[in-house]
């Protein structure tokens, strides 16, 4: 069983549409949950970070943990094509490493 | 705003060369990593680096791999002789320091071994 699973889409809505993005892990030791958002060939860019059960909102971004399910969304209302990108949820044990695992990213296109 | 910055953007090496990818992380972080993708795939974690030392690596960073801070700002990963599985993009990132869990990543370094 892979660590953390993430549907690679493609995922394709309509400009103003909520995106819903959902990554699931199965190693309960995982403590922090970020999202992040990659153009092609770029960098991953932070979007998100929460460490604990509930949701976070920034802007048009919602986080949503649910550590007892083992499984983390990101939502986007109002999308733009701007938007259009891959999105990564990643996760950290904690205590002495700070490794980032990975999922494999979602592909977002948003349709004007 | 402060960020991780790369060099080279894109380096094409033929198999069994040296080659050297350069970050300069965010001034005052602490911590550094490096991260690389094959194309297609998921990122993953090769090895971390705090206080001038290796705290954490991955089975992908065998001895073919090291990484150096040669001075105060930047932090190299040195591939001793490329085979062509090492084509990938290669990112590193850093964070402020201990207690801290939001990496911030640079645009990466697109190796291409020929």
């Known amino acids: 069983q892979k660590e953390v699973e993430q549907d690679p889409g493609p995922l394709s809505v309509p400009e103003g549409a909520i995106v819903s993005l959902n990554c699931t892990y199965s190693n309960s030791a995982f403590q922090y949950f970020m999202w992040y958002r990659q153009y092609s060939r770029k960098g991953p860019e932070l979007l998100m970070y929460?460490?604990?059960?509930g949701n976070k909102e920034d802007g048009r971004f919602t986080a949503q943990v649910d550590k007892s399910s083992k499984y983390i969304s990101l939502f986007i209302r109002d999308s733009q094509p701007s938007d259009s990108a891959t999105y990564l949820c990643a996760m950290v044990y904690g205590g002495a490493t700070n490794k980032l695992i990975f999922g494999t990213g979602t592909l977002l296109a948003v349709q004007p | 705003e402060p960020e991780v910055t790369q060099t080279p953007s894109h380096q094409v090496t033929q198999m069994g060369q040296e080659v050297i990818l350069r970050c300069v992380p965010i001034s005052n972080h602490l911590y550094f990593y490096w991260y690389r993708q094959i194309l297609g795939q998921k990122v993953e974690f090769l090895v971390s680096?705090?206080?001038?030392?290796?705290?954490?690596k991955s089975e992908i960073f065998d001895d073919q791999f090291s990484v150096e801070r040669p001075d105060g700002s930047n932090f190299t990963l040195k591939i001793r002789s490329t085979k062509l599985e090492d084509s990938a993009m290669y990112f590193c990132?850093?964070?402020?320091?201990?207690?801290?869990?939001?990496?911030?990543f640079g645009p990466g370094t697109r190796l291409t071994v020929t």
């Open positions: 990132a850093s964070i402020p320091g201990q207690g801290s869990h939001e990496q911030y």
């Open positions: 929460t460490y604990s059960s």
């Open positions: 680096f705090y206080n001038n030392e290796i705290s954490e």
